[in-house]
């Protein structure tokens, strides 16, 4: 495989939006993804070889644009430093920082918690002094150098008559953007002969438009070519030895990555990355499984993405994507010579190509053995030392946060929950859709979410089934998620843990709060959701009308998703229920 390094510079502000949860705020990327550079190319190309509504048909095109052929990866912050320019990557979620200097009141420690494992004693110590370290950093040995992206927010009003130029109701919305006049690299991958084509399509220093509102005054750039030709690519780090790969490395994601679980969802769970590691490593022919595959720690964090294409006029399907700067410390339960002999190849391909799905445009990059130290220097980049200047740490406020703040904070951290528990609810829901004859009749749906809604509270919902006729509940019993080993009733309904009879509703009202906790587990891996949560002294688990709004969110989802599936196969039900 070959690369070719590339270098956009903004030359106005740019916004490339993200979700958000302000509905008044339009956020932006602080990085220039995949997609957006794969669009430049792809524009280019249908322009120069004339193809219009047609490109689908044309092979090159299909090559490069829509079957991965050629990988765009997402282009990160540069700086050019000393007259030598220097890339950066997404900071690694395992790095902290110490909030005050070492002894000597001069350098600032970073340390790697993947690495470094303080016992008992140190943990409660390590957790009052670390602080988040900036989004972006490069690692040198013993030193990281870390850096950030300039954005600025801008104002405008919002008007229903676009002609008339003003606004009636005084109502304003804000641009986030990023700032003109900073540098972002990236790299393209593919075979030379591809490559060579590409780099054909745009001349260096060429300008392009990029973002939204790129017609306005948004969203100019320019390209640079770093790479005269294609040249050797192995690794995006910077000194990588494939020789020194063994079954215990640390895997840490360059770029969001999606992956699909076997009923076509796209998933961020440990056991989904497991399982796409076995398969992608080929361990089905050497008599391996997903067992043999250890992730001994993890820092995770997961995001939804969606893009809007604008030959569709339309959004893609949002996906659950493990973030970027997510890393897990994997063992491979092989000897060291099975390893070079039978996985280390796979694994080095697999470094090349990405993980998961969307490679194309970025998606699934990742490193192997970024870290590598238990403790690093902390130092800033040149245009981070002076932007900051000589100034004082930035401490918290003494006294209590205002109960607006408070409201304002805990209205976020709802809305997360709230999209987080739909992508639960559509997940679990299509573990029990894979047997389209077992799915109960769109008219007993129907009878469960009404009852779901009428119900005043999650316990009043499980006791309701003790009024259902036995067959009804067989009915429940027929849908089937094997891989829960769950069947809907006992999915929907708890029962006593001594009990025999699996339709035997429980009345302990411990054993109904259990139930209504199952769909918190995974929140517990978001840190920033946790942090925020402790800041505002709230604790969602334990507060019970918000317990209760986030169960019956995740039913009224998931009945929603069975009622649809359930109204697609009439035919396969009514043979089945006469």
Known sequence: MYQLVYEIETLSPVLLTQLSGD??????LDYIPGTVVQGIFANKYIKTSNLQLDAHEDPMFH????????????AYIANEEDGKKVYFSPTPLSISKYKIANSEGKIIEAFDLLIEDPDSKQKDQVEKQKDQMEPYCRIESCKIFTNYVSKSINFHHARENRLKGHSEEGTIFNYESLDSGQIFAGRILGSENDLKQIKALIESQEKIRIGRSKNVQYGEAKLKWISNDPEKYESELQGFLPDKLNSKFILTFLSPAIIYNEYGFSSASISTLREYLAES???????????????????????????????????????????????????IQVTDDQFDKDIKESLLKLQ???????????????????????????NKSEDEEKEDGPREDVRKPDGEIPDMVKGIVKDVILNSYKTRIEAKALEDCSGFLKEKSRIPSNSLLG???LMLRDSESPEKFMMAFETFPQLTKNKLDRCRNKEMKETLYSFLVPRKDNSKDKKDVAVSKDLYKK????????????YDLNEACILISFDPKEDEDTRSSLYFHYWITFLTKMRKESKKTPVVRERREN
């Not at 090559?63 to 997402?74: C, D, E, H, R, Y």
Request: with cysteine; aromatic share 14%.
């Open 447 to 449: 009878k469960l979410d």
């Open 281 to 331: 490593l080929n361990f089905e022919t050497l008599n391996l499984t997903v067992d043999d595959i250890s992730i001994i720690k993890s820092f995770k964090r997961t995001e939804v993405v969606e893009n809007f294409v604008g030959k569709w006029f339309l959004k893609k399907p949002s996906e659950n994507l493990i973030k970027a700067g997510s890393c897990f410390e994997i063992k």
């Open 515 to 526: 139930k209504e906790y199952e769909i918190f587990p995974q929140f517990d891996e978001d």
């Open 63 to 74: 090559k490069w644009f829509l079957n991965s052929g050629v990988i765009f990866t997402n």
């Open 352 to 378: 090349k190509t990405g993980i998961g799905e969307r490679t194309g445009e970025g998606f699934g990059r990742f490193a192997i053995n970024l870290q590598k130290k238990e403790k690093y220097e902390l």
């Open 23 to 28: 509905m008044n705020m339009v956020s932006t």
